[in-house]
């Protein structure tokens, strides 16, 4: 999509242009988020998983160790030392 189409599409539906800024707001923060998040321990960031997404008991643990940036086993000591307290 070349400027002069986008101005087109704007001036046609101007309810594009605030969609997609707000979802390049939210991918930003989430970015932020992110990458803010891998700067704590593992153990925190595992802590700050389960607040965040409460249905994590559904999603493997290869995945959640994986969206952390740690290996499984280091995720199986974290989940075993915490569990107790976040559970």
Known sequence: MNS????????QEPIVKDILLTMAVK??????NYQLDNTYDAAYRYIMF???????RRIK???????????????????????????
């Open 4 to 11: 002069k189409n986008w101005k087109i599409i704007q001036k």
């Open 27 to 32: 991918i930003a923060t989430n970015l932020h």
């Open 50 to 56: 389960i607040k965040r997404c409460p249905y994590y």
């Open 61 to 87: 643990g290869k995945y959640i160790a994986s969206y952390l940036g740690i290996d499984r086993t280091t995720l199986s000591r974290i989940m075993s030392k915490t569990a107790p307290d976040y559970m």
